[in-house]
């Protein structure tokens, strides 16, 4: 998949949120220059991968509150994403396989990554660093899957909580892997 479908893909997300009327579809901030998220991580000394550059691009975060977009997970901007990979680098991470994953969501657990070389997606938990049980996918799959999700009622938003098919506030973390994040 090239960039500009990414770039489709996450404004099909837009106008899925909207549809279904997230908060995050009217509270998403806007994007970056994609020269200035390039810049930022050649000065973390990261890879800069297209799809962390295109996600950065599209959104960098969302007002306070406001920025759900899974049932556990929340849009944050590129300052938080890169403030909780330097914190975990920082934190004698920087020889773990962390090195090369960068924060695009924020999760109750953790954070759903990108690594920053491969351009390959995994939910990691910082205090729990077992690679063998990180869930890989490409970014285009999981947008897709929110898409999907949100577009057949799976995932909706009514009163202030996102509920998912059973119509059950997911507010469980142990629900975070069975709920594609």
């Known amino acids: 998949m090239t960039q500009d ?7 099909e997300l837009d106008g899925a949120w909207r549809g279904a009327r997230f908060p995050v579809a009217d509270h998403g901030l806007p ?7 390039e810049q930022r991580l050649t000065e973390l000394q ?4 297209p799809d962390i550059i295109t996600w950065y ?13 899974t049932p556990l997970a929340w849009l ?5 994403a890169m403030d909780s990979w330097v914190l975990n680098v920082t934190d004698g991470l920087s020889d773990s396989p962390l090195r090369f994953w960068f924060p ?17 997606c995994a939910l990691i938990e910082f205090r729990e660093l077992i690679p063998e049980r990180w869930h890989l996918s490409s970014l ?13 009622g799976r995932w909706s938003w009514s009163d202030r909580h996102m509920t998912i098919a059973s119509d059950r506030t997911v507010e469980d973390p142990n629900l975070l892997r069975s709920a594609a994040f």
């Open 5 to 11: 479908s990414l770039r489709v893909l996450l404004g």
């Open 31 to 37: 994007g970056m220059q994609a020269s200035d998220v």
């Open 46 to 49: 990261l890879p800069a991968h």
């Open 57 to 69: 691009s599209w959104h960098n975060g969302a007002r306070t509150g406001e920025g759900r977009v």
């Open 76 to 80: 944050q901007s590129f300052e938080e």
């Open 104 to 120: 695009l969501l924020d999760l109750a657990p953790g954070a759903l990554c990108i690594n920053s070389i491969t351009g390959r």
């Open 140 to 152: 285009e799959f999981i947008v897709q899957e929110w898409i999907s999700r949100i577009r057949d």
